[in-house]
């Protein structure tokens, strides 16, 4: 093979190698959402993590907004906004059973909705319409009022909660589209 076609094999491959290399690095996003969420003490975390994480605590981490629908995770710092995918066989339920103080609510915000009762045990029995348990659980609530958990996608259910004597229950629903915060549930 003659030195100029070498030369010419190289610059392509070269060429190939940078074009695939900004394709790969600099997709619209990618980079930009990575430092979002290690600016935000989520670097590293998923999605998953990332709800229980801010679901869990009633601190605002500087300014962010969380809100979770039926297909992504919303978080915004009043500058940007990520939008992160759940993953595509799960749902995830946010519920704050009551007394006497609720407030209407279909997307969860993780970080500013209050629900009244606050670090309380109580029992949750989730069944799905065929009957089966799918979750039958003694919870704790978080610093917000709410219990989270992840269920099923695209299933139709029963949750019942039991707390101090009393109960409530409601039909669910986990299809696209389906309220992520559920406070309908008063408790007598």
Request: overall charge negative.
């Amino acid at each position: 093979m003659k030195k100029s076609q070498r030369l010419i094999i190289f610059a392509v491959i070269a060429l190939l190698v940078v074009t695939a290399g900004a394709f790969l690095f600099n997709r619209p996003g990618s980079n930009a959402e990575a430092a979002f969420l290690e600016q935000h003490g989520l670097g590293g975390l998923t999605v998953e993590e990332i709800v229980t994480k801010l679901d869990s605590t009633t601190a605002d981490p500087e300014g962010l907004s969380a809100s979770i629908t039926s297909e992504e995770l919303i978080l915004n710092d009043g500058t940007r906004e990520v939008k992160l995918a759940l993953p595509a066989e799960k749902f995830y339920l946010s519920f704050a059973p009551y007394i006497t103080n609720t407030h209407p609510c279909a997307t969860h915000s993780l970080i500013s909705c209050q629900g009244e009762l606050v670090g309380e045990e109580l029992q949750a029995i989730i069944t799905d319409a065929d009957g089966k348990e799918l979750v039958n659980s003694t919870f704790t609530t978080m610093e917000n009022g709410f219990v989270g958990v992840w269920l099923p996608r695209d299933i139709t259910a029963t949750i019942n909660v039991l707390y101090d004597g009393m109960t409530a229950q409601a039909s669910i629903d986990t299809t696209k589209g389906s309220n992520t915060c559920l406070t309908t549930l008063q408790l007598n």
